[in-house]
């Protein structure tokens, strides 16, 4: 996964031990020790952090008090959420593994937004779009581009986006999902806030990080034992089929993170899905000749 781990946000590395996807294998494979060289703990995420997990641990007693729909509604929402992260930012973004058709992008990019994660991606959209801005404010002061409405009108929209980037991720985040049970249902707007707003964002926070901890900590490693990632189920539960671990960091192509395609796997069966609609296609996949010969040559043997 691209996301960084709880130890990523609450410290700072040097910018040699800062491990991005690209990266993931090698730096996964046995820097740990170098990584906890250059640490620094970033108080200010520690402070964030620690309120948002107490504002959560209050929510958790606002569920009862809750009506159904509310429970129902935060659970879409972590769904969402979810796919943001696995089918968009890691499978679609970080590894295209498949293809998807505008459509299928814009949920995608709308349903990371909910995920309110800032990584890599983040980076490169905001470099694009300072360009784009900056093209756009010297060509207005040129007076070249009012003569070219549909140039105008896109370089436009890329630097409302840019402008109000921020502004979209705690729209999708926190207020779409805080007025739905507010407006549809008559939910008070504390519970409407808490539950599938704070609450849902805290999860999915902690199942993020899971796939980047206990993914590389706990379980079995049939594809390739010389690598730190692990099969967890555990972590498969909570994310959304990214706990296939072992398999996925020694396959990173395959689109279904997953030696067993649609078993526990909601993300691969949503890519499915849509492949089934025609929004997405080339999906990439590990043939069964090379997940056995890989596993007599590199796996612990447990499976
Ligand atoms: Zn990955
Ligand atoms: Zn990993």
Redesign the pocket.
């Known amino acids: 996964?691209?996301s960084p781990t709880l130890l990523h946000l609450l410290t700072r590395m040097d910018i040699k031990s800062q491990t991005t996807?690209s990266r993931?294998t090698e730096a996964e494979c046995g820097d740990a020790k170098e990584e906890k060289r250059g640490q620094t703990i970033v108080w200010r995420n520690v402070v964030l952090m620690a309120l948002l997990h107490l504002a959560a641990v209050y929510a958790l007693q606002l569920i009862p008090r809750a009506h159904p729909f509310t429970w129902i509604w935060s659970y879409v929402c972590f769904l969402i959420t979810g796919l943001g992260i696995t089918a968009g930012a890691?499978?679609l973004w970080?590894?295209r593994s498949y293809k998807a058709k505008f459509p299928l992008r814009m949920f995608l990019a709308a349903a990371n937004s909910m995920a309110f994660q800032v990584g890599r991606c983040f980076y490169f959209v905001v470099v694009i779009i300072s360009v784009l801005w900056a093209l756009f404010r010297y060509f207005r002061s040129l007076g070249w581009l009012w003569d070219n409405p549909l140039l105008f009108k896109l370089l436009y929209l890329c630097a409302v986006l840019f402008r109000y980037y921020k502004l979209s991720v705690v729209m999708m985040c926190f207020v779409v999902p805080t007025l739905v049970p507010w407006y549809f249902w008559d939910e008070s707007i504390w519970n409407s806030y808490f539950l599938p707003g704070i609450l849902r964002y805290t999860i999915c926070l902690n199942c993020t990080w899971l796939v980047n901890s206990a993914a590389h900590i706990y379980g079995n490693r049939p594809y390739d034992k010389y690598i730190n990632p692990r099969e967890n189920c555990l972590v498969t539960f909570g994310a959304m089929g990214?706990g296939f671990h072992n398999f996925?960091?020694t396959f990173?192509f395959d689109y279904s993170?997953s030696e067993f395609g649609l078993r526990l796997n909601p993300t691969t069966c949503f890519i499915d899905f849509m492949c089934l609609l025609g929004l997405a296609s080339n999906r990439k996949k590990a043939t069964p000749e090379m997940i056995k010969s890989r596993k007599l040559r590199t796996g612990d043997g447990s499976a």
């Open positions: 996964m691209q996807e993931e890691h499978r970080s590894h990214e996925h960091h990173p993170a």
